[in-house]
């Protein structure tokens, strides 16, 4: 349970805020590069943290993330004409490259240097993996590029998609590290999505409904551990990394690619869930692939006409809005639900999270929670932003997880014999090491 004040600290990431300030310590995803798939594209909306931004590509292939609004009259940019190295405003053409530098004023005679004196809000917006990513802080604050497992193997071994989801980061990314909820809400779909069946480890899941948490602190977050009934007395343990301020990574199944998320405010009520998989030494097959874009695992399906805009259909702007969403009650199936195929009668993984973390409202009331040993993931992760939140703003201190040495984790399921401890015994295991396969059961 948390005191109302500690809520609204914990979810409010506008400008000027305590978490918006953490948030702005940290380079995040803004756009797929399959966006902004050539020189001279549409421009694309992106709103982040709050921010209302436009995203282009110009002719000399640079990225830009400026302010969506044109500093003349304040119309959105997003309808100029992206052309011969800058966006011009199609009210009355005023024009600006990717610093938001505005270079040409039409009314006003050149020599007159008018326009050298306007300059847009800007960001930087750099290719890294298959996403663009964005830092929103100060600049002399700016980080070195972000380096995340999956965003650093060959482009063949990683996928990322992302889904609009109604409701505050906070809220889904909790999600992300309540590991208890896998054994009820996902457990229809253990054995048959193709990205998460066959394995082993899936029938400990299944069969011990009381997992033991323990949680300990890692240098850039945490590392929680599930611990459940192996046979012969060991231990089956799964471990989520969970990164700060809002990356989590699933541990693994098999030799299934590794899954894990992003989550991203775009505001208060709004986020991105961005969903990765990778594998650290094979390529993904076409069947993983084509299961990906087909919404199997912890992707989901898109509604028609906002699918992604992939290589055939590049220019249709996606509005990566699931194709199950609120205003369908997430077609919902009673009859699936009662036969046991599902267990809340949602479909698929990303949707059964989704549903019921907006069912929580926009941003979700903590003061009447009622929270248990389970968990104390979700406990020390908020009391963790917090206190880094705090530092931040009170004493300017870099919070943990800017460091890319942080980012650097792995999610690993093992069985270990009851008296290994798994921050000892797992080490190696949860540390991104290139060209060594993930450790999982
Ligand atoms: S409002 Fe953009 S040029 Fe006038
Ligand atoms: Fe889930």
Same mark, same amino acid.
């Given at each position: 349970m948390l005191r109302q004040e500690q809520n609204e600290l914990l979810t409010q990431t506008g400008p000027g805020t305590p978490m918006g300030q953490l948030f702005r310590s940290y380079w995040v995803p803004a756009l797929l590069d399959e966006e902004l798939p050539e020189n001279d594209c549409p421009p694309v909306r992106v709103k982040i943290l709050s921010e209302r931004l436009l995203a282009f590509r110009d002719s000399d292939g640079r990225y830009g993330l400026i302010d969506e609004f044109c500093a003349h009259r304040g119309v959105s940019l997003w309808f100029g004409r992206n052309e011969e190295?800058?966006?011009?405003?199609?009210?009355?053409?005023?024009?600006?490259? +990717?610093?938001?530098?505005? +270079?040409d004023v039409p009314s006003e005679p050149h020599e007159?240097? =008018?326009?050298? %004196? !306007?300059?847009? %809000?800007?960001? $930087?917006l750099v290719k890294r993996g298959p996403v663009l990513w964005t830092y929103l802080g100060p600049p002399d604050k700016q980080p070195p590029l972000p380096e995340w497992e999956f965003a650093t193997v060959p482009a063949e071994q990683t996928f990322i998609s992302k889904r609009l989801q109604d409701c505050n980061w906070l809220q889904a990314m909790e999600g992300g590290i309540d590991s208890s909820h896998v054994s009820f809400l996902h457990r229809g779909d253990l054995g048959s999505d193709p990205l998460f069946k066959?394995?082993? #480890?899936?029938?400990?899941?299944?069969?011990?409904?009381?997992?033991? =948490?323990?949680v300990v602190e890692q240098p850039g977050g945490l590392y929680i551990g599930a611990r459940r009934n192996a046979e012969n007395g060991n231990y089956y343990w799964r471990i989520t990394p969970w990164v700060m301020p809002c990356f989590t990574m699933i541990p693994p &199944?098999?030799?299934? $690619?590794?899954?894990?998320? =992003?989550w991203v405010p775009i505001d208060d009520e709004n986020c991105w869930a961005w969903s990765y998989d990778f594998h650290p030494v094979r390529a993904l097959t076409k069947r993983e692939l084509d299961d990906m874009r087909d919404g199997a695992g912890v992707h989901c399906k898109y509604i028609p006409g906002s699918y992604r805009p992939l290589v055939h259909c590049k220019y249709i702007p996606g509005s990566y809005r699931p194709l199950a969403n609120k205003d369908n009650d997430y077609l919902i199936d009673r009859a699936a639900q009662k036969a046991g195929k599902t267990f809340s009668g949602v479909a698929g993984f990303a949707i059964q999270d989704a549903s019921l973390?907006?069912?929580?409202?926009?941003?979700?009331? &903590?003061?009447?929670?009622?929270? +248990?040993?389970?968990?104390?993931?979700? !406990?020390?992760a908020r009391h963790r932003l917090m206190r880094a939140a705090k530092a931040l703003v009170d004493k300017g201190i870099a919070p943990?997880?800017?460091?890319?040495?942080?980012? &650097? +984790?792995?999610?690993?399921?093992?069985?270990? $014999? $009851?008296?290994?401890?798994? %921050?000892?015994?797992?080490?190696?295991?949860?540390?991104? &090491?290139? #060209?060594?396969?993930?450790?999982t059961v």
């Open positions: 190295s800058g966006l011009r405003c199609s009210y009355h053409g005023w024009k600006y490259d +990717v610093t938001g530098q505005c +270079v007159s240097g =008018f326009c050298q %004196k !306007i300059k847009l %809000k800007s960001y $930087p066959g394995a082993k #480890g899936n029938e400990y899941n299944l069969s011990d409904m009381q997992p033991h =948490f323990e &199944r098999g030799d299934h $690619p590794i899954h894990g998320h =992003f973390q907006e069912s929580m409202g926009p941003i979700c009331d &903590r003061t009447k929670e009622n929270l +248990v040993s389970t968990d104390n993931g979700i !406990i020390m943990p997880g800017v460091d890319p040495a942080h980012h &650097r +984790v792995r999610a690993a399921s093992v069985v270990l $014999p $009851p008296d290994q401890a798994f %921050k000892d015994a797992a080490k190696e295991a949860l540390t991104a &090491r290139p #060209g060594v396969a993930q450790s």
